[in-house]
């Protein structure tokens, strides 16, 4: 068995945590040979660090190990922003290690995996490579020489020596000797437990306001969902720049296998994918993702029938997530896919004040797919280095920061739920964590524009955040030295700041809950997703293909289906849509796929057999 867990990247990764205050300890000696190409992508519009050596933004320290500055291509396939980063984290970033850091975006450039693949036939990917390592992408990696071997740098590196098992499990993959990633999302905790804060990574969540405008009406089913958000439309009015208002708003840049939008739908119900297989881990269901009656059919169904009602925003065949957040932000969206991205961006102090925000509603035959904490990490999405890195000491030194409990709190990202830095958004109190008022201005009250004192830079909090969106370590994890959690949304002082009239009435409509994933927890709705480590086989070169020219299919056909103008259209693209994947050879694909889930299924309880659960 070899390559690609299925512990994959998750929303628990775009919600991720960080750990906070131990110091960077500098690990290993110099070294290294000029990158052949190292040019910014671009440094127009963007602060943060720049200049030579002798700038004084440069700590003794990090100017005393690192003389020489360097400019370091990160490729980061989860980043959503493209240059040179900026503000406070450039500025931290270039203290310790006298560097800046070219970020290099597949989501912002819109090569997708033609970028990806472009820069590896060129032979230089990155100096540091924050990307997925299934389909035999790991193994490629270290095959055409794209990525070093750690080994020979881990020497002083306390913080990835902590975790030096899961490094190892997860460089097995490559099929060489050699330390050469390092898996995201490491955790502490049980792999049948949540890894969420506060609410599940699937739920329907809802513009809470309209929704009491409108009765709080049941809502039984997922279809039942349809004539509720039309109540909802109809109320909202406009968006706080006058804009229609729409429930639901779609985008590509996360398609994989298939339509993910559509894919969120069956997380409803417990969902999750593998190839082309839709399964559920606790009762053991598999399914064909174009069966008819499949998950992911009723899924587009359900996108279709919205779209027929007036719900789906007619920009969503030509916008991307960026788009997106920014309607969600001025209140032009009122269904989230995933609670995090309403919350995320509607949810700021005066629309709360208002009384206006996102909260998780209950279906009521619903299983929302949350997932389990990765003691292991996730061998799917991980970092690694480049092997024309001109520093490779200097690389290894940083991602051993990133995993320092200091590095993990400040490598926070917008939809992220670390506290940020230390004396700048937050303090200890008596082994408790305090926001500042900086910190409460930007992490509470999401004035995100806020500029960074002075000492910490230039720009704003939101110009300085980090663009790795990288999760080290599990969303619910705490620095091991404090007791304190990563995540903000766990302290004792959020939860008494940011009680409000919106929370107050979801609470007084929930039975008295107060944190939305034990509520519903309760109610029997969580699906848990078992982070247990497991790898598929792979599939052949000629499988691969086959999968490729499939997947295309799917998702070409799938928008299609969406915004078909009838039913009769619907079903007969989905027709043509099977016919098609089956004649290139989609029942081969799905047979191999099918195999790995029930072997996965095995995995899952021989743990729990060795672990007496």
């Keep these: ?73 990160v490729f980061g396939s989860q980043s959503n922003f493209q240059g040179i980063q900026p503000g406070w984290f450039a500025k931290v970033v270039r203290e310790k290690f006298n560097m800046e850091l070219n970020i290099i975006a597949p989501n912002v450039a819109g090569g997708g995996d033609s970028l990806y693949q472009t820069r590896c036939a060129n032979k230089n990917l990155g100096d540091l490579i924050f990307a997925g390592t299934g389909d035999n992408r790991l193994k490629d990696l270290v095959a055409t020489d794209l990525i070093l071997d750690m080994t020979p740098y881990m020497d002083g590196c306390e913080n990835l020596q902590r975790y030096r098992a899961q490094i190892e499990n997860a460089s097995q993959l490559a099929e060489q000797d050699g330390l050469w990633v390092v898996p995201s999302q490491i955790s502490g905790k049980s792999p049948f437990e949540p890894c969420e804060a506060t609410e599940p990574t699937n739920a ?53 296998d298939m339509m993910h939008n559509a894919v969120a739908l069956t997380a409803l119900y417990g969902y999750y994918t593998n190839g082309f297989v839709l399964y559920n881990s606790v009762t053991e269901d598999i399914q ?18 919205a779209n027929q009602l007036g719900l789906v925003d007619p ?9 997106v957040s920014a309607k969600y932000t001025d209140g032009a969206v009122i269904y989230s896919l995933w609670p995090w991205l309403g919350t995320g961006y509607y949810n700021t102090v005066e629309h709360v004040n208002e009384g206006k925000g996102f909260a998780s509603a209950t279906l009521q035959d619903g299983e929302y797919l949350c997932f389990g904490n990765s003691p292991d990490g996730d061998a799917s999405y991980a970092v690694m280095v480049g092997s024309k890195a001109k520093d490779p000491q200097r690389m290894v030194d940083f991602i051993d920061w990133l995993y320092s409990a200091e590095g993990i709190m400040m490598s926070t ?85 940011t009680e409000t009239a919106l929370t107050k009435d979801w609470s007084e409509h929930n039975e008295g809950a107060r944190v939305p994933i034990k509520y519903f927890q309760e109610k029997g709705l969580i699906n848990v997703f078992p982070a247990v480590y497991f790898v598929n086989e792979d599939y052949s070169m000629d499988l691969s293909a086959v999968k490729e020219q499939c997947k295309q299919i799917l998702i070409q056909y799938s928008w299609q289906m969406v915004f078909a103008k009838d039913e009769a259209e619907f079903d007969s693209l989905l027709k043509e849509m099977q016919e098609t994947a089956i004649g290139l050879g989609y029942e081969e694909v799905f047979e191999f796929d099918k195999t790995n889930t029930i072997n996965r299924f095995e995995a899952v309880r021989q743990y729990k057999a060795e672990n007496n659960l």
């Design 315 to 323: 920009e969503s065949t030509t916008q991307n997530f960026d788009t």
């Design 413 to 497: 990202s917008q939809t992220g739920g670390a506290g940020g830095p230390q004396g700048l958004t937050w303090e200890n109190q008596d082994g408790k964590p305090v926001f500042t008022n900086f910190g409460r201005q930007v992490l509470v009250e999401k004035k995100l524009d806020t500029p960074v004192p002075e000492e910490w830079g230039t720009g704003t909090w939101k110009d300085g955040i980090s663009a790795l969106n990288y999760p080290a370590v599990g969303i619910t994890d705490a620095d091991p030295e404090t007791g304190i959690d990563y995540n903000f949304a766990r302290w004792d002082d959020y939860a008494r700041l």
């Design 288 to 305: 064909s993702a174009i069966d008819n009656d499949s998950p992911y059919i009723r899924g587009l169904r359900f996108l279709y029938q």
């Design 204 to 256: 329907p969540s809802v513009r809470w306001d309209l929704y009491g405008q409108i009765g709080y009406p049941e809502i039984k089913t997922l279809e039942d969902l349809l004539p509720v958000l039309q109540q909802m439309q109809e109320a909202a009015g406009e968006s706080d720049s006058g804009k229609k208002v729409y429930a639901l708003s779609l985008f590509k840049d996360w398609d994989g």
């Design 1 to 73: 068995m070899k390559h690609k867990t299925l512990w994959k990247r998750t929303m628990c990764a775009l919600m991720s945590t960080a750990m906070l205050t131990a110091a960077l300890a500098g690990c290993g000696s110099d070294g290294g040979q000029t990158p052949e190409d190292s040019t910014p992508v671009s440094d127009s519009g963007v602060g943060g660090a720049g200049g030579d050596s002798e700038d004084s933004s440069v700590s003794e320290a990090g100017n005393t190990k690192y003389p020489e500055f360097l400019t370091v291509d």
